[in-house]
């Protein structure tokens, strides 16, 4: 798997949102699945005010303590600063600006490259010197031309 770090400036974010943990996604009671087909049906980058419609982001943030402990997961878009959006039934959450670690996933259906390379983020981080802040980690899907049985995906983690 490919990286490189990257320096990033806040991001606001908007979109659909649960509250879920590892162990609970691994089971059948995982909510990420359901997640992203309410994504789907809201239409969210149709929505005015949304940047760059075309980039999807999965959001990881609001960790209670480190990937073991509940987080907060969201789908959604960038908006830009002061942003109104018409339909305010969605949630909005703003990453600090911070160091990121990038990871590039191989090409493959969407769901099992991105769940492999989560794996393999896991394992990285058990062997790393770098120290994860927990501050908010998102893949970043581009929707331009996306084809999810032959996907390429980068995951932002960010670091101190």
């Known amino acids: 798997m490919n990286t490189f770090t990257v320096q990033k400036p806040e991001i606001t974010l908007t979109g659909v949102s649960v509250r879920t943990t590892n162990a609970e996604e691994a089971g059948p009671n995982g909510q990420l699945s359901k997640l992203w087909e309410t994504y789907f049906q809201s239409n969210l980058s149709l929505q005015e005010g949304i940047n760059n419609p075309n980039l999807i982001y999965g959001l990881y943030t609001d960790y209670e303590s480190d990937a073991s402990g509940a ?90």
């Open 71 to 160: 987080y907060t997961a969201l789908i959604g878009h960038e908006v830009g600063d002061g942003a109104v959006l018409a339909d305010n039934n969605f949630d909005c959450v703003v990453i600090p600006e911070s160091k990121y670690l990038v990871f590039t996933t191989k090409r493959g259906p969407v769901f099992e490259v991105v769940a492999q390379s989560w794996g393999d983020i896991w394992t990285y981080f058990e062997e790393s010197q770098e120290v994860r802040t927990f501050t908010g980690d998102f893949e970043l899907y581009d929707g331009r031309n996306f084809d999810p049985t032959d996907a390429e995906v980068q995951i932002y983690i960010a670091i101190q």
